[in-house]
């Protein structure tokens, strides 16, 4: 079946980078995009910004344009999400997710806390 | 772009239909049939109910059902059960540089 593991929860000091990774199993890993999303603390879901597995083009949300990068690797079947010069207000839980008109399958969600 | 409006709460008793709306603009919910609805239960990560409008992922319960018409878009949660109290939200599709945009997300009380 479809799995998408993300890794484990981040601290980071305000200034900062964080990069996120997402394994994919269960399927052909190029067949699929991935998009980004988060969700700050009882707030509703952001849609970060999308990748193609296939041949790594990208579409960032305006908001992150300049501070995001999305990246995948088919030979691990992974798909990372940095985000650049932490504040305060980057405090969420970020997931990935496959497909990019939809999303049938999500991560399990990163926690990422952004303090000083 | 802005995010797609949903109404805050809506509530309903068990066995009872209820129905969420997700209202935007002819560049996004009107002007394309790519609209997705997720429930999110507390600390869990959202789950795709409905997608292309319409459509149900195989092991979503035939209680769910998806609609638009003009620029809204709607979810149907019939016979509701407890289990159905959620944070649900519509994701659409824009023309505008944004490609995708969430909604307000709603969460449903069952009584």
């Known amino acids: 079946q479809v799995q998408l593991v993300q890794s484990g929860p981040e601290v980071k000091k305000p200034g900062a980078s964080v990069k996120v990774s997402c394994k994919a199993s269960?399927?052909?890993?190029?067949?699929?995009?991935f998009s980004w999303v988060r969700q700050a603390p009882g707030q509703g879901l952001q849609w970060m910004g999308w990748?193609?597995?296939?041949?790594?083009?990208?579409k960032y949300a305006e908001k992150f344009q300049g501070r995001v990068t999305m990246t995948t690797d088919t030979s691990t079947s992974t798909a990372y999400m940095e985000l650049r010069s932490l504040r305060s207000d980057d405090t969420a839980v970020y997931y990935c997710?496959?497909?990019?008109?939809?999303?049938?399958?999500w991560g399990q969600g990163t926690l990422v806390t952004v303090s000083s | 772009q802005s995010a797609l409006t949903q109404p805050a709460s809506v509530s309903g008793s068990p066995g009872q239909s209820i129905t969420i709306s997700c209202t935007g603009t002819s560049s996004d919910v009107g002007g394309y049939n790519y609209v997705s609805w997720y429930q999110q239960h507390p600390g869990k990560a959202p789950k795709l109910m409905i997608y292309?409008?319409?459509n149900r992922p195989s092991g979503v319960s035939n209680r769910f059902s998806g609609s638009k018409s003009g620029n809204t878009a709607s979810l149907t949660i019939s016979g509701l059960q407890a289990e159905d109290e959620a944070d649900y939200y519509c994701y659409s599709y824009t023309s505008s540089t944004t490609l995708v945009v969430f909604g307000t997300g709603t969460k449903v009380t069952v009584l």
């Open positions: 292309d409008v319409i």
């Open positions: 997710g496959r497909g990019k008109w939809y999303i049938d399958n």
């Open positions: 269960g399927y052909t890993f190029t067949s699929y995009g």
């Open positions: 990748i193609s597995s296939y041949n790594n083009n990208t």
